[in-house]
């Protein structure tokens, strides 16, 4: 019978760390995520992955992730703008994707089409009620609502587009108007 992993003294790099039953180390492919995801050496991917999974119906906010990466490397401005605004769109078009689905499922197991008279309101908009896209709370549900009433995919991918690039924009200039000062020393 072989001995459990039990780590040398040399294992532990940090002070005070000398507890003899911890775990095994972290596989490759997990350290590898980390790094590849960490702020600021692939800021920009993480950006896209923040911003994206934000834009799902999971309560996450991107906006501390651009708002960190532009305040680290401030050259980024454009570039982590743009590429928050393509994964938060991303995430928009995948929960707009799920709502169709849902409506179809829907559709089929009930036998008919279903109209919810609380979502008339929205229809009126048509793909233009993508632009409120951005707002806190509503905007992430309201592209699976979009999908739900099956309004066009491109018209509604360009109107999230546009209102979630401008929550960024104006979001990200009036976080550095108020917090002016660098993480530089």
């Known amino acids: 019978m072989s001995a ?3 780590p040398s003294p040399s294992d532990f790099p940090i002070a005070g760390l000398s507890h003899p039953r911890i775990s095994p180390p972290m596989p490759d492919w997990i350290t590898y995520l980390i790094e590849l995801l960490a702020l600021p050496e692939f800021g920009l991917s993480t950006v896209f992955v923040v911003s994206f999974i934000s834009a799902t119906l999971l309560p996450l906010g991107s906006e501390p992730a651009v ?8 050259h980024l401005f454009w570039p982590a703008i743009l590429v928050a ?3 938060n769109t991303a995430g928009g078009a995948v929960s707009w994707l799920m709502g169709l689905g849902t409506h179809k499922v829907v559709d089929r197991a ?11 309101w929205l229809e009126r908009f048509g793909p233009k009620a993508c632009l409120m896209s951005w707002l806190p709370v509503v905007g992430d549900p309201l592209c ?14 360009a109107y999230m587009a546009i209102g979630k690039f401008a929550r960024y924009l104006t979001m990200t200039a009036a976080l550095l108007w108020f917090f002016p000062g660098t993480l530089h020393p």
């Open 67 to 74: 708002f960190g990466l532009i305040k680290i490397n401030p």
């Open 144 to 157: 699976a609502v979009a999908g739900w009433l099956k309004f066009p995919f491109w018209p509604c991918l």
């Open 110 to 120: 009930r036998g008919n089409h279903v109209d919810l008279r609380a979502l008339q």
């Open 85 to 87: 605004t393509a994964g």
């Open 4 to 6: 459990p992993f039990l």
